[in-house]
């Protein structure tokens, strides 16, 4: 039935809400669908479990925010898609908070749900079969959406054609989830571009590769003068493994080997911008660029403990040695689906080892701090006098 839309949903003067309105609460929300969708197929077979409301109620609350998710996703992506003005990143940080909140929720609400026994679970399970989460439609565009890659994901959770394959409309929508940009490339993008990065410019990663080496030399110094050797020889060894670290960044062949084994997902630009972006986070222009990256590792720890959460719930309903009703290993498998390989922004959290002391971080230039700062006039640059010599 078509409800009639009016423009202005309050009542109209001299009318009474109910007779002459045209539409009410309910009809607007459309609740007449909504609230009559929880079929308990216990019920069908009379003999009502009293908890399969619940588990239907709560997967259609997870479906309801993973549609509101890609809601705002999306137009995240839109924002990023454009070549983004800087006016627009407060956008950005409101809808990626507002996910951040969602998702919160979300992990949260795994709790209403082990209100259930697994005796009581056991009571109506057979007539799921063999409907799954592992089905979510949304969940794996959520996931696409973000940038899971589908060579980073186990191997039984490749291959969608054996869960929607006579489903062509949600194989359609799968297959441009996979190739349309993803927010993990977009935001790969809006980091190569960020200013400062320029070899004839500010060119901060000649700096900083210049801060690393004295803070290493520096280091290695105090290390020679450990009178007890084998303090000595631990310091060292120490010293030559964060090196290593630091070659990895440095040494662009090294990588992309990363980048190929997946360990690593950002280029080499990119990262680069990350770090700058961290480095000077106090500076006008890289403010809201620093809460973007924070959101964004909010994001994937958030999901990450969502998919944490479902398998403790999983292993208390079924154990860790029951085929799921969607036919996977169950528990082992979800279990495999915890690693780093999952985690779309891994490079942010693992920004933290490429870190130096504030003391090294290389000074701003005048221009670089007047092109840093969102009111260009009257900037003169303060001098530091705490940073070590010889990073300008
Ligand atoms: C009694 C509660 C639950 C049990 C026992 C359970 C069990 C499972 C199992 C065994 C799987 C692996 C696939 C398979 O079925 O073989 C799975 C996957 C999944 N479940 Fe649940 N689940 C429960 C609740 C939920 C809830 C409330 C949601 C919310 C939407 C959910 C969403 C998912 C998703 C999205 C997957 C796919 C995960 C992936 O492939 O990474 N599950 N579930």
Not at 147 to 169: C, I, L, S
Not at 201 to 218: H, I, P, S
Not at 240 to 265: C, M, Q, T, W
Request: proline share 3%; glycine share 6%; aromatic share 10%.
């Amino acid at each position: 039935m078509a409800c009639p839309v009016r423009s202005n949903f309050g009542p109209q003067d001299g009318e009474q809400l109910g007779e002459e309105a045209g539409m009410l609460y309910g009809e607007y929300l459309m609740l007449d669908k909504i609230l009559s969708s929880q079929r308990l197929l216990s019920e069908q077979d009379k003999r009502k479990v009293h908890d399969e409301h619940l588990f239907i109620i709560t997967h259609q609350a997870y479906e309801l925010w993973f549609k509101q998710i890609i809601f705002e996703l999306d137009s995240v992506r839109d924002i990023f898609s454009e070549t983004l003005e800087e006016s627009q990143t407060l956008e950005i940080l409101k809808r990626l908070n507002r996910i951040v909140l969602i998702l919160k929720v979300l992990v949260d609400q795994v709790m209403i749900l082990e209100t259930m026994t697994p005796l009581d679970f056991m009571d109506f399970r057979n007539y799921l079969k063999p409907a799954s989460g592992f089905q979510s439609l949304q969940f794996r565009l959520l996931e696409n959406k973000l940038g899971v890659k589908a060579e980073n994901r186990v191997k039984y959770n490749r291959n969608y054609t054996r869960v929607f394959g006579n489903d062509q409309e949600a194989l359609k929508q799968i297959e441009l989830s996979e190739v349309e940009p993803s927010l993990a490339l977009l935001v790969e993008r809006w980091l190569e571009r960020t200013p400062g990065l320029e070899v004839e410019g500010f060119n901060f990663w000649g700096k900083y590769q210049k801060a690393v080496n004295l803070l290493l030399d520096e280091q290695r110094q105090i290390a020679m003068a450990e009178p007890i050797e084998n303090v000595k020889e631990y310091r060292l060894s120490d010293l030559e493994k964060r090196r290593e670290v630091y070659e990895s960044i440095f040494r662009p062949e090294i990588h992309d080997a990363l980048l190929n084994r997946g360990e690593r997902r950002f280029s080499h630009k990119a990262l680069q911008g990350a770090i700058l972006i961290t480095f000077y986070r106090d500076e006008p222009r890289f403010s809201q660029p620093h809460q973007i990256l924070n959101l964004l590792m909010d994001v994937d720890s958030l999901i990450t403990k969502w998919r944490y959460n479902h398998v403790l719930m999983v292993q208390r309903m079924i154990g860790s040695s029951q085929l799921g009703t969607g036919g996977s290993s169950g528990y082992q498998y979800l279990r495999s689906t915890l690693s780093d390989r999952y985690k779309v922004f891994v490079d942010l959290f693992n920004l933290s080892t490429f870190l130096i002391p504030r003391s090294y971080i290389p000074p701003l230039t005048t221009s670089m701090r007047s092109q840093l700062c969102l009111w260009k006039n009257g900037i003169t640059e303060v001098y530091d006098g705490n940073r070590k010599d010889g990073l300008d």
